[in-house]
C-alpha cells in the first residue's frame, strides 16, 4: 500500500495511472486464429480447442441431457439464491424499458423513435477454476428482456469437456437459446464469421483475459459490435469519519482477489481512517485463499489523503472508477457531483459484492476510465433505436421550403428536388 | 440500373453486397500522422495541414471576429431556414431525455440509473465544396442539449484558411464551445491526443472520408469512443403501387447524388411501378448538376421485384438499410416487421430530405448494415448511464445470504467476507 497525503493535481494522472497492457505480440495470433476460423470454420474450431483447452470433442453443442443433469448437481440452497439474485437483476432492467417517443414537430411533421432488440447476440463466459455465473446472469436477463432472438453463449470446456454445470444452469434459467462449448480466440472467431455450428451473431459480450479482449477488438473490425473495451476490474472508495475501517478494508480486499493487475483506491479526507483502514486490511488479508492474488493487488494500491470533499471529488471524476462506493456523512454531494463512473454504492451497507451479484444493477461496467464514455451494460445494450418520420401533405408543405433553401446551400440539387416535385403538386 | 425477378433468397447477399473498401495502405499514413501528432502536438498538426489542405495558417483556432462576420455573409432566408431546422431537430431530442430509473428490488434495496453527459466531445465536420452545415446542426444540438462541456468542432480550412460561413453560423448557433480550423487524419489525430490546442476529448463524432474513418477506427485503440463506423450512404425504398414513380424517383436520384458508391436500392410487388421509376430516373437525372456522380451510382442500382409484402420485409431487413422509406398501401406492416433501419420515412410526402435537414430526426446514421446493431446518433449518444445502489441495514440482511453463496460457489471468497463482516454486526 502507498499512501500519500495531499497530492499535487498535476501527479494525479501519474498517481492514478493504470497497468497497461502490451498487446502487440498477441496481436498475431488473434489475427492467425481469425483468419484460420473464418476460412476453415468447425475443424478450425476444433483444432483449437484440443491445442489450447486439452480437449477433443465429438459434439460442441450442450445437449439438453448435459443441462438437466447440471441442474441435479446443484444444491437448493445455490439455486435459490440464484432465484433471488435473477429477480432483482430482472424487476432492475426491466424498469429500464423506454416507451415509444413521438412528437409533431411541426404541424403534419410527426416523428418517433423506437427500440427493437439486435436479433443475434453472443455471450462470452470464461472457463478457468471459478466458474463465473453471475455474469451469465448480467448478461443473459437483460438480452432476454430486450427480445433478442438468437442468444447465443460459449464457454470454454474443461479437460473433460464439461462446462460449469452453475453456467449451464444458468444459461438455461435465462433464456439463452444455444450453449456452445469453446473458448478463447478460437469463440470469438466463431461468433464473428460463424461456423457450421456456431451462429454469427451482432454483438459479442462478456469479460476474458487478454486474448479474448483483443479478440473483440479484432471482431469489431468484422463489422461485429462489442459491448465495450475491457481492463482490469477496479474499486475506489471514497471514506471519511462516518465510514468504518473494518468495511471499507473488506472492500478493497474483495478487490483486490480479483487479480493481480485489480486497481484499489482509497480516497479521504480523515488520516485517521487511512491508518484504521491499513490495520484492517493487514488483518484480515491473511485469512482470504486467493492470498498471493489479493497481496499483489494491495502491494500497488493507494490510498489518498485530501483535504476535501471538493478535491475528492474533482480526483475520482478524472480516475472515473469502474466501481465507486461512497460511505460519507454528505454522501449527496458525492452522489450529485459524480460525472464518470460505472455503478456507485452508497453507504455502510453497500458492499460491491451487492452489486457484483444481487442488488438488481449490472455488473458488466466500464474499466480503465471508459466511465467517462460508456455506460455499463443495460437493456439498451442489446437494443438499438430507430427514428421514423410520417409527414402529410400540409406538414410537406410546412418545411418544404426550409429543406429546399438549406439543400441548395449544401449544392445538394436533387435533395431539394426530392421536395420541389411534391410541392409542385401541392400547388 | 439492374432489374431483379424474384432473386432467389440464397442470392440475396451477393445482389445487395456493399462495396467493400480496401484501405491497407491507407492505414500506414494514419498511423504515421498519429504517431507525429502525439509526440509534436500543433507543430505536426501545422505541417500536415499545409501539406494537405494547401494553407499555413497562424492561428487555428477561429475567432469571435470571424464567426461575426460569417453571420453576416448568410441571407436571412438561409438563417430563417436553419432555425427552423434546429427547432424541429431540438424538439425531437429534447424529447428523448429520461428521467431517472429507481426502483426497490428487494426491501431495503435501492437500485437507481441516471444518465450523465460525456464532458468532452469532439464534432468532425468535412469540407470540400459543399459545406455540411446541416451536420453541425445534428450533433452539435443533441450534445448542447445532453449537457456536454467541452464541444469541439474541427473542420478543414480552405486555400485561404477559412471554414465555410455556414458552419461557423451554425456553430456558434448551437453552442459549439471551440471551432478549430484543422482536417483529416491531424484532426482526429489531435482530437485523441490533445495538443497546445486542440483539447482531448472522450468521443468523436461526424462523417469523413475513408481517411477520417480509418482515423476514426484508429483513435478507438487510444481509448477514445466514436459515434459509428461510417460506410457510403445508402437508400432503400419499398414502393408498390399506391406510390408515385416520380417521387420514388426523385428519392433515388437524391441518394444517388451523394457519391459514386451510394447504394441505391428499390424493392417493389409491381412491375409497372417499377418500369415507371426507370423511365422518371432517366427523365429527371438529365437536370442535376451533379449528374456524373449520380449517374455512376444509378448505374449500380438495383429494381428488386418481389411476389409479396412478406419476402419484401424479409428482404429488407436482412440488407439493413440505413434509409428506408415506405410507399405502400399496407404501411403498418413495414413499420411493425422493420427490424434493421436506421430511419424509416412512410408515405409520399415524406422525403429522404426531409430528415436530412429539417424534419427533426438525425441524419448521423448507421450504414453498411450497422442499422443491425447500432442505433443513429441521438440524445444518448453524447450521455452514459451510471447506476446506483444504496442498501439499509434491512436490505442487507435481505440480501446478504445470497450475495455469501453466489460469491463462494464463485469461488471469491473476499467478495463473500465483505457482507459476512457487515451481517455479523447486524445480529
Partial sequence: ??????????????????????????????????????????????KYTALFDGVKLTNSVVTT???????????????????????????????????????????????????????????????????????????????????????????????????????????????????IKVGGIQAIAGLTFGTETIPKVYKIFGPGNQFVTVAK?????????????????????????????????SDLLSQAE????????LVSTSKTLITNVETEIEKQICELQRLDIAKQAIANSKLIYVESNAVALDLINDYAPEHFIICSENETYFIDGIQN??????????????????????????????????????????????????ITSEGLKNIGNTIELMAEAEGLQAHKNAVSIRLKDLK
Fill in 65 to 179: 441431457e448435459e443441462i438437466n443433469a447440471a441442474g441435479s448437481q446443484i444444491s437448493n440452497e445455490l439455486k435459490l439464491a440464484i432465484s433471488i439474485a435473477k429477480q432483482n437483476i430482472e424487476s432492475f432492467h426491466v424498469a429500464q424499458k423506454t416507451r415509444k417517443i413521438q412528437i409533431e414537430t411541426t404541424p403534419g411533421v410527426n416523428c418517433w423513435q423506437e427500440k427493437r432488440p439486435i436479433q443475434k447476440v453472443g455471450l462470452y463466459i470464461p472457463g478457468g477454476t471459478a466458474p463465473l455465473f453471475s455474469t451469465v446472469l448480467m448478461l443473459a436477463i437483460p438480452a432476454q428482456i430486450a427480445g433478442c432472438k438468437d442468444i447465443v453463449l460459449c464457454s470454454p470446456p474443461n479437460k473433460e469437456g464439461q462446462i460449469a454445470n452453475e453456467i449451464l444452469y444458468a444459461a438455461q434459467l435465462c433464456g439463452v437459446t444455444k450453449i
Fill in 341 to 390: 463512473a460505472g455503478s456507485v454504492f452508497i453507504g455502510n451497507y453497500t458492499p460491491e459484492s451487492a452489486g457484483d451479484y444481487a442488488s438488481g444493477t449490472n455488473h458488466t461496467l466500464p474499466t480503465n476510465g471508459f466511465s467517462k464514455v460508456y455506460s455499463g451494460v443495460n437493456l439498451d445494450s442489446f437494443t438499438k433505436s430507430i427514428t421514423f418520420q410520417k
Fill in 217 to 249: 477488438q479484432l471482431a469489431t473490425k468484422f463489422n461485429v459490435a462489442i459491448d465495450m473495451p475491457a481492463g482490469p476490474s477496479e474499486l475506489l472508495v471514497f471514506a471519511d469519519d462516518s465510514a468504518k475501517a473494518s468495511y471499507v478494508a
Fill in 258 to 265: 480479483h487479480g493481480t493487475d485489480s486497481q484499489v483506491v
Fill in 1 to 46: 500500500m502507498k499512501t500519500l497525503i495531499n497530492p499535487k493535481r498535476e501527479n494525479w494522472p501519474a498517481i492514478l495511472q493504470r497497468p497497461t497492457q502490451t498487446v502487440e505480440n498477441i496481436e498475431d495470433t488473434v489475427n492467425q486464429i481469425f483468419i484460420d476460423v473464418k476460412r476453415n470454420g468447425d475443424k478450425a474450431i476444433s
